[in-house]
């Protein structure tokens, strides 16, 4: 109960994360404790194979610790069955990839409009909070394109707007910028920062460039699976700048 009255949404307590068995066990995440709060904006760097996709898929209740527990808003997901960690992931979680997965001859707003039909949602309410969404990151008159008729920025603001369209407490994004261009990215995280200040958005992101960690508050550095270090920014004396 505690939780519901701080802002913490977040925590991990002691998760490590064992794939394989044996003389082949790779230890992926190494007894991590991290808090994340109510409407952080939070980088995640680290070498590859240093453990941070092991930690957004649990993050992102896509995968399970082996040991340790996940909290979420002060819940122990271990103790929920696996029709809750869907609504969990459906309800509170938005994802963005890389790769953007979208449906490449489906119209923008189809494509937006996936997670909605997953909670069965009616087609009208579902179409509005589309075109809302889509408008939200900028794409207002490309609803009808295909996403192969769009850029690759264009697309990932596609995949964001999917990401945002169920109004998600926590958006984790796993290398959104990975395969953008400088400018495009620069946009991009522009607008992931307006979602994160206006709409209140937690987001939650793992990045490669030390360009793309500086829009976050905080960057949380991962090696051999180990939290290795966790600085906060002072974001009123950037602001400042
Ligand atoms: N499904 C899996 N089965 C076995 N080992 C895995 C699996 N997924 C990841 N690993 C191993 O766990 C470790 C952490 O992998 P992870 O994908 O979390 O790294 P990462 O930090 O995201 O790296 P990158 O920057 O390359 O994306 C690596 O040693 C990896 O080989
Ligand atoms: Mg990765």
Redesign the pocket.
């Known amino acids: 109960m505690a939780d519901v009255m701080t802002n913490r949404l977040i925590e991990f307590r002691k998760v490590s994360r064992v794939?394989?068995s044996g003389e082949a066990a790779?230890l992926?995440l190494d007894s991590v404790d991290l808090a994340i709060q109510r409407h952080e904006f939070v980088a995640i760097m680290?070498?590859?194979?240093?453990?941070?996709?092991?930690?957004m898929n649990i993050l992102g209740c896509l995968d399970v610790p082996t040991s340790g527990e996940y909290l979420f808003q002060g819940v122990p997901t271990s103790g929920l069955d696996r029709s809750h960690h869907t609504l969990l992931r459906r309800h509170m979680l938005g994802f963005v990839f890389q790769g953007f997965n979208l449906l490449p001859r489906t119209s923008a707003v189809e494509n937006v409009e996936l997670p909605l039909i997953y909670r069965g949602m009616a087609s009208v309410e579902r179409r509005e909070r589309a075109i809302e969404a889509l408008a939200l990151v900028g794409l207002s008159g490309r609803e009808h394109h295909t996403a192969q008729e769009l850029s690759g920025g264009q697309q990932q603001r596609v995949a964001i707007a999917r990401a945002i369209v169920t109004h998600p407490a926590v958006l984790l994004a796993d290398e959104p910028t990975g395969n953008l261009d400088t400018k495009t990215s620069n946009e991009i995280m522009d607008l992931v920062t307006r979602l994160n200040r206006e709409q209140g958005i937690t987001v939650i992101m793992?990045t490669?460039e030390n360009d793309i960690a500086a829009y976050a508050g905080r960057v949380l550095r991962?090696v051999d699976?180990k939290l290795e270090s966790d600085a906060k920014r002072d974001m009123e004396a950037v602001h400042a700048l």
């Open positions: 794939y394989g790779i992926a680290g070498p590859s194979g240093s453990g941070k996709s092991t930690a793992v490669h991962f699976g």
